[in-house]
């Protein structure tokens, strides 16, 4: 993909509403701006109605004053700067980041109901603290979780043992006392963990029955891969209607590519799966205590091409000793890193293409809906 290709034309779409009895207007209307209001957010919305088939629409946007003052270019990821925002340790900081920046988004937010809403922001800030929270070790073929909580079957993958909680079994792999009691992943499956929790979470309250029967599919088959992308997973982007490179509300599932053939052909380094957490970090499974920048998550992606080698008998591996060394060498030179960032805060190239592309992908996942009567969340037996 070219840098040409790469200048697209966004508008701002915001969090939209579809209605399908209109007399629902008032109290949502009422339910909504009290929301706003409690995050000062009041007189920076925008506020839009149109019928549409047999809904009536009522969308959310931020002012273009306020997006050009606060996040230039639907860049949220300075947004903790713009607003003076203290970070997920602070619940009311960290709902009014996901709150202003599901405002600014190109691709519209649509629910149904007041409270699909706002358990979309719950789900979100569970998400973070989840991600923040999760120590684990890296290894994509160990099989191990707490046996407390979790058997393993060959065909079927981690099964929920009989009567446990899914929401500890999920705390239990992910949130160890010390990485020496971290449980192995990939990053891939870890996400699905931390957002599952998320979800979970939130269903304890507002959807128990759903819960249950999340608790009970989880004894027989785990949901994953596909599947869980599938059954729990909203995208928004595509290659053809792409997000803002720099466009991320905290608790989204992301996406970086690795753009090197070469290393890419490594199990586990095909690209990077993480949890964006607000205030420009993302997740670090491998070490919690220091989450990656969106920019030194493109370093550690660029230079994974300097860790492959062939060990002595003609397998690719990586040296993440060397990934290590290369990175600390390209942040202390501000022309090389600035060099890097370049090559790679491009959009990816298409599946099975390595040319011209970064590691930045197009799209971002988030839950479906959840609540009784309203959520899309099938899961099968």
């Known amino acids: 993909m070219s840098e040409n290709q790469q200048k697209i034309f966004f508008e701002t779409r915001g969090i939209e509403f579809c ?95 007041y409270e699909e809403f706002h358990s979309a922001i719950q789900i979100r800030h569970h998400s973070v603290i989840a991600g923040y929270l999760a120590a684990l070790n890296f290894d994509t073929k160990a099989t191990e979780r707490p046996e407390d909580y979790w058997h393993y079957d060959e065909d079927a993958g981690f099964l929920l043992n ?22 192995s992943f990939s990053c891939y499956r870890a996400t699905e963990y931390v957002i599952l929790l998320a979800i979970a979470r939130k269903l304890n309250k507002v959807n128990p029955k759903l819960l249950k029967r999340l608790e009970a599919r989880s004894e027989k088959k785990a949901i994953r891969s596909g599947e869980f992308h599938e059954v729990f997973l909203k995208e928004y982007g595509s290659l053809e209607e792409p997000l803002p490179m720099k466009y991320y509300v905290p608790g989204d599932r992301v996406w970086f590519r690795n753009p090197d053939s070469r290393s890419s052909d490594i199990s586990g380094y095909e690209g990077s799966w993480v949890i964006y957490l607000g205030h420009n970090l993302f997740t670090n499974f491998w070490k919690r ?80 809906l959840v609540c009784p009567g309203t959520s899309d969340i099938k899961i099968s037996d």
């Open 19 to 113: 209605l399908s009895n209109k007399s629902d207007k008032e109290n949502l209307l009422i339910q909504v701006m009290s929301y706003f209001r409690l995050h000062g957010l009041e007189n920076a919305i925008k506020l839009r109605e149109a019928n549409q088939d047999s809904y009536l629409v009522i969308a959310f946007s931020l002012k273009e004053e306020y997006q050009s003052q606060w996040a230039p270019d639907w860049d949220t990821t300075r947004l903790f700067e713009t607003l003076s925002l203290k970070g997920f340790k602070v619940k009311d900081d960290l709902n009014k980041e996901i709150l202003v920046s599901m405002l600014l988004a190109p691709i519209p937010f649509q629910f149904p109901s």
């Open 162 to 183: 009989p009567g446990q909680p899914i929401i500890d079994a999920l705390i239990k792999a992910t949130q160890p006392e010390s990485m020496a009691n971290a449980y």
């Open 289 to 368: 205590d220091q989450p990656f920048t969106l920019e030194t998550k493109c370093v550690e992606v660029y230079h994974w091409k300097d860790g492959a080698y062939l060990d002595q008998s003609g397998e690719l591996l990586m040296n993440e000793n060397i990934v290590e060394s290369c990175v600390a060498k390209t942040l202390a030179n501000p022309k090389e890193f600035q060099k890097i960032l370049q090559r790679m805060m491009r959009y990816r190239d298409p599946k099975g293409v390595y040319d011209q592309g970064g590691c930045i992908d197009t799209s971002r996942e988030s839950s479906r």
